[in-house]
């Protein structure tokens, strides 16, 4: 599913690809901005809450799931 400016891994599809990157984003947001340097951290902020973290995991479900 192309998703227009959200993807944990920036590559423009939300699909199993960013799991990995979202679960890191979730762990470490440094570890994240290393990893993907060229990525906004709050792509992993599904809800919009302005960051990443626990409360984005249903709503990135529902993303990927096509909801």
Same mark, same amino acid.
């Given at each position: ?6 993807? !944990?891994? *920036? ?9 990995? /990157?979202?679960?890191? !984003?979730?762990? !470490? ?7 993907y /340097?060229? *990525?906004e ?7 919009r809450?302005?960051?990443a ?12 799931a096509?909801?």
């Amino acid at each position: 599913m192309r998703i227009a400016g959200w993807t !944990a891994n *920036c590559d423009g599809l939300a699909n199993v690809l960013d799991i990995n /990157p979202f679960n890191l !984003a979730l762990q !470490a947001r440094t570890l994240y901005e290393a990893a993907y /340097p060229d *990525c906004e951290y709050l792509h992993a902020d599904v809800n919009r809450g302005r960051e990443a973290d626990v409360s984005d995991i249903i709503p990135f479900v529902g993303l990927l799931a096509g909801g």
